[in-house]
């Protein structure tokens, strides 16, 4: 049997799973990839704190690197704080819907400041990835929603990278 074609390894824990699960970051800027649809040589990590604070500590990886990283977690880090920004700003800026109007349809709706009476999905958004001053962004396209719900970890987790991302622990 082949194997599917969406199946992808982590760079740094050799595990496989299916590649929206997993985070593709392009080589050799490192720019986190969020559509994961750029022709660049690339690499795709795990969404956990362990693999990637190591992975470009990875031969693998580094082999395709201009210089030498020390500090892999905030180097990645900042790749998602980039593309994540830009693109929900874009979001924010580009959705019609009315703050004091939430939707009464189910879907996903980002938020900067506390929302109730919302039924559908909802992931908290903070000021590092959206400045702007609209309070709430429905997104229509069900594509883009279903990759936000998949880093929805990262995105509530951006702000100072501190917390707890899928369950690990972070130094
Ligand atoms: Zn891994």
Do not use: W
Not at 91 to 120: C, Q, T
Request: with cysteine; charged share 25%.
């Amino acid at each position: 049997m082949s194997k599917p074609k969406n199946i992808r390894t982590c760079a740094y824990c050799g595990i496989k799973t299916e590649k929206s699960k997993l985070l593709r970051i392009n080589l050799p800027l490192l720019c986190f990839d969020f559509y994961q649809n750029k022709n660049f040589r690339s690499f795709y990590v795990c969404q956990n704190i362990k693999c990637i604070s190591r992975v470009l500590k990875k031969h693998s990886v580094n082999k395709y690197l201009n210089k030498e990283i020390n500090d892999s977690k905030t180097v990645v880090f900042n790749a998602f704080l980039k593309e994540l920004s830009s693109i929900i700003t874009r979001l924010f800026e580009n959705n019609n819907l009315d703050d004091n109007n939430l939707p009464h349809y189910s879907g996903l709706l980002l938020y900067k400041n506390n929302v109730s009476g919302y039924k559908g999905e909802a992931i908290p958004v903070s000021n590092l990835l959206y400045m702007g001053n609209k309070d709430t962004c429905f997104v229509s396209d069900s594509n883009v929603a279903k990759r936000l719900l998949n880093y929805k970890n990262i995105i509530i987790d951006i702000d100072g990278f501190n917390g707890e991302l899928n369950g690990c622990k972070k130094s």
